[in-house]
């Protein structure tokens, strides 16, 4: 394996390991799991009683979802790297600030980066100690919509924290169904493990009736012996 293959193999194992400890889960003798590379299922392990079972990994996770929340990280991160760049860093005004950014959500992630400075000027020309939600006027505002400064016993800062908020769909269904079509190569029988990692866990009721009904429509073309979500 490569270096790539290692990491996903080694988040597998660490996906199934904590499964194992649900209450439900399987009963697995442990020194036989095994990663497995395609066309294989993603895992190979011995079930006590059931004999050896392959395991497919699938992360639940909608496409938006996952682009929200990765230029959400990156918006931060360039927050950070900006501000130490700063001649007059905002410590003195803001070290025991966490400032909380509201973004536009149709603005672009390079619109926002490119608004940093604009917004450190907007922040040093608030009231000396100020807390509460400020709003920016004029090209920031196109950019911002908010600023909240909460202060306490944070230091040494600031500390900077963009909203991550969108309306999501349910990626449930869709994502089981991605692994329905696919072609496996076993001597053993297989079972889905969909599991929730970044994206936020959908209520039962609002997932549990269309993948119930998708998988009873669909379950005599099913490569699966079982699905674990």
């Known amino acids: ?19 194992l400890k649900c209450d439900g889960a399987p009963k697995v003798e442990l020194d036989t799991v095994e990663s497995r590379r395609p066309p294989e299922p993603d895992i190979l392990c011995k079930i006590t009683g059931h004999g050896f079972t392959a395991f497919e990994l699938v992360e639940i996770i909608e496409g938006e979802w996952a682009q929200l929340v990765g230029n959400q990280i990156r918006l931060e991160k360039s927050l950070y790297l900006k501000h130490e760049q700063l001649a007059q860093p905002l410590q003195t005004a803001y070290g ?16 926002r980066e490119n608004a940093i400075p604009a917004l450190f000027e907007f922040l040093q020309g608030l009231p000396n100690r100020y ?14 919509r908010s600023v909240g400064i909460s202060r306490g016993d944070f230091g040494p800062g600031p500390f900077f924290q963009v909203e991550a908020v969108s309306s999501i769909g349910d990626p449930t269904p869709h994502t089981i169904q991605g692994k329905w079509l696919k072609t496996y190569e076993t001597a053993h029988p297989i079972e889905l493990l969909a599991y929730y990692g970044l994206h936020p866990t959908i209520p039962d009721e609002l997932w549990l009736v269309p ?13 699966f012996r079982k699905v674990w979500i």
């Not at 990491?7 to 390991?17: H, L, N, Q, T, V």
């Not at 807390?131 to 911002?144: I, M, S, V, Y």
């Open 1 to 19: 394996m490569n270096r790539k293959e290692d990491g996903k193999a080694a988040k597998e194992r660490a996906i199934f390991d904590a499964f």
């Open 131 to 144: 807390q509460g939600d400020a709003k920016p006027e004029g090209d920031l505002f196109e950019t911002f």
């Open 211 to 223: 993948v119930q009904s998708f998988v009873d429509a669909n379950w005599t073309t099913s490569p």
């Open 96 to 111: 025991d600030a966490l400032i909380y950014i509201r973004c536009r959500p149709l603005v672009g992630i390079r619109q």
